[in-house]
């Protein structure tokens, strides 16, 4: 028996617009994360859970589990009922959705009439509506919604049943037709194929789940938001803002789980020659010949170790479908990075980098080949400005480092001289690593620190500013974006020359020999005999894409250009770029997460965006201006 001070203690807490997160007495479950004018119901029909039928609604930011057993289902009914009617005294409108599963014998696998093989089964879904009190809109808004639906490569099918009864088989209606008068709330159901099981016996298939969870997420969403605006008297700007702003500990128990494995080590560090000066020489000496035998420093980590943390980090208890893709993506991610980590130097590091890093694709290997065309190479190759010395650079860097340490006190990277680089310059996490015999010319120095500091320490500092660790040491693959960014930085401030240009279109090229079987000495021809490149910039090129077994890493950074323009062209903006290192396909989830409160505006912007030319190139870019363009000034 649920004692009336139960219900009571949940209102009030409604009332002051917190979260709620209940138990019921007889089994089931309520999740309101806060005073919002709608709500999920599953009802359990037996006494047994079915986990991936009520996973399907606990994603959603209120919902009720009503237990099986006809006294905790009256029960949980007099909770439903009094919920319904605080909400209506607040929002002037309440909608339940109840959510249930098609009997057994209509998800039977279909079979193909000539074959006799086995089909997968379509997805479907069954909207039923009451006619004597129907929100017509609301209803089409959910029947357009679901039938946007593709699960298993299958588009779903979609039936609307009205004037029958708003239940499951073998049910009561959660409200009798004069419980809904009186209260006026509105009533929908929604039936699902339970595509996410085997048909012959059951077993569920996980990824479905997944997918399904989230379809019907976005779908809930929008049919709330429209409900919301056509019913009640709040005027919801955007269906995300709808979702969940408050999370379980299980969330943020994953998410420093995977920042303490990500951050355990550096694969681009761990894949870089610690003699690559020495190999330089001896390559030299023989001819250009002979490919050069690199070595690397020893593992500090042990991968078996981490591979098991990995995947004992229970991200199945991640309600939220949104989170729930992003670890899932960062977790496989992680695996393969694990992997490439203990093929270093060796054949197999070559297919880990293609599933981590990606291949290239036709189009931008034509695009590199047009650069090399059109570049002359006498363009490229004017006088090197003056030389400045590691100490010159770094004094430099710790100059712009403490522009933006003005803004924001809490900004404090760190740079370090390493002897075991020799040369380049990268940043691991919150460092910026220099080489001890490293290079740099004044007309570059403004370049590399936009790209570095304004670009890779920036993300990583407003990462670091939310509330997930993700976001500072990257979400899955966001080494693209975040490459294409901080060379846009570059050419925002005048760093975009033929020469750098022609590099980045080397490097892409460089890597499709790679990818056709070209030993390093093969590369190096190409890049010295083909494209005229000098026999050093040659070496590094070929080093750094033949590194570890081979990287094609260094093909993210003309293909990074090439999205950043696309989106800066389809008048997208450059702060959600900024708020940590993210994918191109992570904008919209990052904005949703904005939306929802959850994520906060970048802390710290790039002091590129105050440039005296900054909007003026930025609006070449989105008059149309392309990459061949750049060849032009």
């Given at each position: 028996?649920?004692?009336?001070?139960?219900?009571?203690?949940i209102?009030?807490?409604?009332?002051?617009?917190k979260?709620?997160?209940?138990?019921?007495?007889?089994g089931?479950?309520?999740?309101?994360?806060?005073?919002?004018p709608?709500?999920?119901?599953?009802?359990?029909?037996?006494?047994?859970?079915?986990?991936?039928?009520?996973?399907?609604?606990?994603?959603?930011s209120?919902?009720?589990?009503?237990?099986?057993?006809?006294?905790?289902?009256?029960?949980?009914?007099?909770?439903?009922?009094?919920?319904?009617t605080s909400?209506?005294?607040?929002?002037?409108?309440?909608?339940?959705?109840?959510?249930?599963?098609?009997?057994?014998?209509?998800?039977?696998?279909p079979?193909?009439?000539?074959?006799?093989?086995?089909?997968?089964?379509?997805?479907?879904?069954?909207?039923?509506?009451?006619t004597?009190?129907?929100?017509?809109q609301?209803?089409?808004?959910?029947?357009?919604?679901?039938?946007?639906?593709r699960?298993?490569?299958?588009?779903?099918r979609?039936?609307?049943?009205?004037?029958?009864?708003?239940?499951?088989?073998?049910?009561?209606?959660?409200?009798?037709?004069?419980e809904?008068?009186?209260?006026g709330?509105?009533?929908?159901?929604?039936?699902?194929?339970?595509?996410?099981q085997?048909?012959?016996?059951?077993e569920?298939?996980?990824?479905?789940?997944?997918?399904?969870?989230?379809?019907?997420?976005?779908v809930?969403?929008?049919?709330?938001?429209?409900f919301?605006?056509?019913?009640?008297?709040?005027?919801?700007?955007?269906?995300h803002?709808l979702?969940?702003?408050s999370?379980?500990?299980a969330?943020?128990?994953?998410?420093?789980?995977?920042?303490?494995?990500?951050?355990?080590?550096?694969?681009l560090?761990?894949?870089?020659?610690?003699?690559?000066?020495?190999?330089?020489?001896e390559?030299?000496?023989?001819?250009?010949?002979?490919a050069?035998?690199?070595?690397?420093?020893?593992?500090?980590?042990?991968?078996?170790?981490?591979?098991?943390?990995?995947?004992?980090?229970?991200?199945?208890?991640?309600?939220?479908?949104?989170?729930?893709?992003?670890?899932?993506q960062?977790?496989?991610?992680?695996?393969r990075?694990?992997?490439?980590?203990?093929?270093?130097?060796?054949?197999?590091?070559?297919?880990?980098?293609?599933?981590?890093?990606?291949?290239?694709?036709t189009?931008?290997?034509?695009?590199?080949?047009?650069?090399?065309?059109?570049?002359?190479?006498?363009?490229s190759?004017?006088p090197?400005?003056?030389?400045?010395?590691?100490?010159?650079?770094?004094?430099?860097?710790?100059?712009?480092?403490?522009?933006?340490?003005?803004?924001?006190?809490?900004?404090?990277?760190?740079?370090?001289?390493r002897?075991?680089?020799?040369s380049?310059?990268?940043?691991?996490?919150?460092?910026?690593?220099?080489?001890?015999?490293?290079?740099?010319?004044?007309?570059?120095?403004?370049?590399?620190?936009?790209?570095?500091?304004?670009t890779?320490?920036?993300?990583y500092h407003?990462?670091?500013?939310?509330?997930?660790?993700?976001?500072?040491?990257?979400?899955?693959?966001?080494?693209?974006?975040?490459?294409?960014?901080?060379?846009?930085?570059?050419?925002?401030v005048?760093g975009?020359?033929?020469?750098?240009?022609?590099?980045?279109?080397?490097?892409?090229?460089?890597?499709?020999?790679?990818?056709?079987?070209a030993?390093?000495?093969?590369?190096?021809?190409?890049?010295?005999?083909q494209?005229?490149?000098?026999?050093?910039?040659?070496?590094?090129?070929?080093m750094?894409?033949h590194?570890?077994?081979?990287?094609?890493?260094?093909?993210?950074?003309?293909?990074?250009?090439?999205?950043?323009f696309?989106?800066?062209?389809?008048?997208g903006?450059?702060?959600?770029?900024?708020?940590?290192?993210?994918?191109t396909?992570?904008?919209?989830?990052?904005?949703?997460l904005?939306?929802?409160?959850?994520?906060?505006?970048?802390t710290?912007?790039?002091?590129y965006?105050?440039?005296?030319?900054?909007?003026?190139?930025?609006?070449?870019?989105?008059r149309?201006?392309?990459i061949?363009?750049l060849?032009?000034?």
């Amino acid at each position: 028996m649920m004692p009336e001070s139960y219900i009571t203690d949940i209102l009030s807490r409604l009332a002051a617009d917190k979260r709620v997160r209940r138990e019921l007495p007889d089994g089931g479950r309520l999740y309101l994360d806060r005073r919002l004018p709608f709500i999920c119901v599953y009802r359990r029909t037996s006494g047994t859970k079915n986990e991936s039928a009520e996973q399907l609604i606990a994603t959603q930011s209120a919902f009720l589990i009503m237990p099986a057993g006809n006294p905790g289902l009256r029960e949980a009914g007099r909770l439903l009922r009094s919920l319904a009617t605080s909400q209506i005294e607040h929002f002037e409108g309440f909608l339940i959705i109840e959510i249930w599963l098609s009997p057994p014998e209509e998800y039977k696998a279909p079979v193909h009439e000539e074959s006799g093989e086995s089909l997968v089964p379509s997805p479907m879904f069954r909207v039923h509506t009451d006619t004597r009190r129907r929100p017509t809109q609301v209803v089409q808004t959910l029947v357009r919604t679901l039938s946007k639906i593709r699960v298993l490569r299958q588009t779903a099918r979609i039936e609307w049943v009205s004037g029958k009864g708003v239940c499951p088989p073998c049910c009561r209606p959660l409200l009798s037709a004069k419980e809904i008068r009186s209260i006026g709330c509105h009533v929908i159901g929604l039936e699902v194929r339970p595509v996410f099981q085997d048909p012959s016996d059951g077993e569920v298939f996980p990824g479905v789940v997944r997918a399904l969870r989230r379809a019907l997420g976005r779908v809930f969403n929008q049919t709330f938001h429209s409900f919301a605006r056509l019913e009640t008297n709040i005027q919801p700007r955007h269906y995300h803002t709808l979702g969940r702003r408050s999370f379980v500990k299980a969330v943020w128990e994953a998410d420093r789980r995977l920042a303490e494995i990500s951050s355990s080590f550096d694969l681009l560090l761990q894949a870089t020659p610690t003699n690559a000066e020495a190999q330089w020489l001896e390559f030299r000496k023989v001819g250009f010949e002979a490919a050069p035998k690199f070595q690397y420093r020893p593992l500090a980590v042990d991968a078996t170790e981490l591979k098991s943390k990995l995947f004992q980090i229970p991200l199945d208890r991640i309600e939220d479908a949104t989170l729930a893709h992003l670890f899932l993506q960062k977790q496989d991610e992680l695996d393969r990075k694990i992997t490439m980590l203990t093929d270093v130097g060796t054949k197999k590091f070559l297919p880990g980098s293609i599933q981590v890093y990606g291949s290239v694709k036709t189009k931008l290997v034509e695009l590199a080949s047009d650069i090399i065309r059109r570049a002359s190479i006498r363009s490229s190759r004017k006088p090197a400005g003056r030389k400045l010395r590691v100490e010159d650079f770094s004094r430099l860097a710790y100059e712009e480092i403490h522009r933006y340490k003005a803004v924001d006190p809490t900004f404090h990277p760190s740079i370090e001289i390493r002897d075991d680089m020799y040369s380049g310059i990268l940043v691991s996490q919150g460092t910026l690593l220099i080489g001890n015999k490293a290079s740099f010319t004044l007309d570059r120095a403004e370049a590399i620190l936009q790209h570095e500091i304004g670009t890779h320490l920036l993300t990583y500092h407003n990462g670091n500013c939310q509330p997930f660790r993700q976001l500072s040491l990257g979400l899955a693959g966001y080494d693209v974006l975040q490459e294409g960014l901080a060379v846009l930085a570059e050419y925002i401030v005048d760093g975009m020359s033929h020469s750098r240009l022609r590099t980045l279109a080397a490097r892409m090229l460089a890597v499709k020999t790679l990818l056709d079987g070209a030993s390093f000495v093969d590369t190096y021809r190409v890049l010295t005999r083909q494209m005229g490149f000098g026999k050093r910039i040659a070496y590094t090129i070929t080093m750094r894409v033949h590194r570890a077994g081979g990287l094609t890493k260094d093909a993210v950074y003309l293909q990074g250009l090439v999205e950043i323009f696309d989106y800066l062209g389809n008048g997208g903006e450059i702060e959600p770029l900024l708020v940590g290192k993210i994918a191109t396909d992570h904008i919209p989830l990052v904005e949703e997460l904005r939306l929802r409160q959850i994520l906060s505006p970048p802390t710290l912007h790039p002091n590129y965006l105050n440039y005296p030319h900054y909007t003026e190139k930025i609006d070449r870019i989105r008059r149309g201006m392309n990459i061949l363009d750049l060849l032009k000034g």
